[in-house]
Every structure is written in C-alpha cells, then in structure tokens.
C-alpha cells in the first residue's frame, strides 16, 4: 500500500503564488507517473498536470504557463507550482501515483483563491 500525504494548500489572493507538495511513503517500489488534479464545487475532478518518471511532462489548457510540475525521484515527490492564480483555480487538489500497476491517491488540500 502506498500512502500520499499532500501539503501546501491554503487560501490566496488572485495573482499569488501557492506550490504543493505530494510524498509518497517510503518502500521498495517505483512510481511511474505521478499527476495532480482538482475538484472544485459541483464539478468534475480534472487533470491539471502530469509528469513520467522520466520528467515529461502534460498540462491542462487552463493552467498552462502558469503552473509548473517536478518530482524528486530519490523522495517520491510530486510538486505543483502555481503562478499567477485565478479565483477559478479554487479547488481541492489531488496527487495520484501510479505503481505496481495500481493507482493511489492521496487525501486532498484545499486551494482557495479569493478576488
């Protein structure tokens, strides 16, 4: 079982900065991809960015340019930066790995961006 623990969330104002963080537990597995994603109110989770272990990487039309997706390798981290943060950027945010031929997820941080 793999357990990801997310952090960095909090409340902004429209223009701000926020970078989240995802480790993952620590074990003798290799994480393959590794995404972040988010729900807002009323509406669907979405894919805001993904990342191979390799480091390629795919984002969303509403967050392109504005957010940035790493990882560290060696610690099992996923990182979202974001820039530049819209009121419509409000959301829980989600981290997901993708191991062992399993998906994980890990339990959400809320980002809120006020006006």
């Known amino acids: 079982q793999v357990q990801l623990v997310e952090s960095g969330g909090g409340l902004v104002q429209a223009g701000g900065s926020l970078r989240l963080s995802c480790a993952a537990s620590?074990?003798?597995?290799?994480?393959?991809?590794m995404a972040w994603y988010r729900q807002a109110p009323g509406k669907q989770r979405e894919l805001v960015a993904g990342?191979?272990?390799?480091?390629?990487?795919n984002y969303s039309e509403s967050v392109k340019g504005r957010f940035t997706i790493s990882r560290d390798n060696a610690k099992n981290t996923v990182f979202l930066q974001m820039s530049n943060l819209k009121p419509e950027d409000t959301a829980v945010y989600y981290c997901?790995?993708?191991?062992?031929?399993?998906?994980?997820w890990g339990q959400g941080t809320q980002v809120t961006v006020s006006s």
């Open positions: 997901k790995a993708l191991t062992m031929g399993k998906e994980f």
């Open positions: 620590r074990g003798s597995f290799i994480i393959n991809g």
């Open positions: 990342i191979t272990r390799g480091g390629t990487t």
